[in-house]
């Protein structure tokens, strides 16, 4: 059985109303993805006949209704204008992170043979845009979770870096014994009991939430930062953390500590720069 792509695209659009934003438009990314075409093809191609009864598609339409995430079915995400591999065993990256890729680069030189360690490496991609960023800086990424690692040791690979990126699985810095120059992390900072999106429930809960509170985990990164004399660390963090941090180090001497905002003006994260006595 076979229906023209226009017929086929007012159907899954139908299917989607009521779950997603934009019904109309993710029913058009969904189908693009599965045909494997771009949206030039998509838009030229509307009296083509398709097969409605493929059971992948067919699959893909039933799970997007119940708003499991399109990248989860398509295994693709766009980050930093590059393509990565993603599976339910990783936090989908989200486009304010690419901020924090931002402020890394910001303060350290392209130059610099620095020890860079990642905590909650999730998907790999901040560790892979640093690595292209500073060819000659050393990397050594940890996370708690082994389907989160096998994420990363995928797309490391794919983009050739598996000499320059070592994966470690372990809690935050506890299988990291080399001096580190520059920690950055994109931790959980979700608080255990605040309402999330249906369809943030698909993706891996021990990457979204912090604690009882939602910042426990950038705290004990802060003792680390303290503990293991780090100079610099830049984070991630929630939008309403702000004071939060900045009452948590005020035990703490600092040289310098700046937030930076993403596009909505929403404060993302923050760049410290730690005093060591």
Known sequence: MSKRLKELHAEVTARLEGVVESPRREAELLLMAYLQKDQLYFITHQEDEMDDQAPRLLEWIEKRSRNVPLEYLTNRVSFYSREFYIDEGALIPRPETEHLIDEVLACVSVDEAITVVEVGVGSGIISILLALHLPNARFIAVDISPRALAVARRNIGAFGLSDRIELR?????????????????????????????SNLSYEPQNALFGGEIGDEIIRRLLDEVYNRHIPLFVCEMGYDQRLKVQEYLRRFAVKSLDFYTDLASFDRGFVLKAVHE
Do not use: M, R
């Open 169 to 197: 699985e372990g809690d935050l810095l506890s299988c990291v014994d080399e001096a580190i120059d520059l920690l950055v992390s994109n931790p959980p900072y979700i608080a255990q009991d605040a309402p999330l999106e």
